[in-house]
């Protein structure tokens, strides 16, 4: 009859106790970042290497506005690259090197902001403003055909998708993979003798390293 009551009077407590060790442990906050960052853009195109910088601020946790500018060579898809027995490269019907300077205006959306931990933090974005597009004759040593370049102007912009990594909130590092499109509303520029393009860009695979403040 004890051995009955004891049993009684501990199956409440023991009750309770499982049901605290089963609690579900409290949600962690989520990371709060600094409004802005600044920093430069390393870029990978079909026409070769690229260099920009950008400037971003934060309009709510997950919806930012941001600007960049970039300088990269541009290159016909009919181009064909040789290299001669000394190793240098030459391009047969080549008449202008092309060179993209895009400045652009646009928005980048956080993805997955409750789903995924904050040490990976994915995001869609595009902009949009006016390209500089500057040409510089290819039967001229590649430094001094600058003093013989000219320049044209049109519209373009770009969608991209990328990440932003780590939990550091002083330095900023991420990729992001675009999609560029360049477009005149003209004969456009000419690359290839007698050829023109109207529209220049394609994929870039872009490298991000910044600070945050």
């Given amino acids: 009859m004890k051995r009955a009551l004891l049993i009684m009077l501990f199956l409440p407590i023991a009750f309770l106790n499982a049901q605290q060790l ?11 970042f600094p409004d802005k960052s600044i920093g430069l853009d390393f870029m990978f195109t079909e026409g070769g290497f690229g260099l920009g910088s950008f400037f971003r601020h934060n309009l709510t946790n997950s919806l930012s506005f941001f600007t960049d500018i970039s300088f990269s060579e541009g290159k016909d898809s009919r181009e064909v690259e040789y290299v001669t ?3 240098e490269t030459y391009t047969p019907g080549k008449k202008n090197r092309i060179f993209l300077v895009p400045l652009n205006f646009g928005l980048q959306q ?3 902001e409750n789903v995924i931990t904050d040490n990976l933090r994915p995001y869609i974005n595009f902009g949009v403003g006016p390209s500089m597009i500057v040409t510089t004759p290819y039967d001229r040593e590649f430094f001094n055909s600058f003093s013989k370049a000219q320049a044209r102007y049109t519209l373009g912009g770009y969608i991209g ?3 932003n990594f780590g939990l550091d909130k002083s330095s900023l590092l991420g990729i992001n993979i675009r999609y560029y499109e360049i477009r005149f509303f003209d004969k456009g520029v000419e690359s290839l003798d007698g050829i023109y393009q109207k529209s220049l860009g394609g994929f870039f695979f872009t490298i991000n390293i910044g600070i945050m403040y």
């Fill in 22 to 32: 089963g609690e579900m442990a409290p949600e962690k906050p989520r990371e709060i």
């Fill in 85 to 87: 027995y000394w190793g």
């Fill in 110 to 112: 956080r993805l997955f």
């Fill in 161 to 163: 998708i990328g990440a």
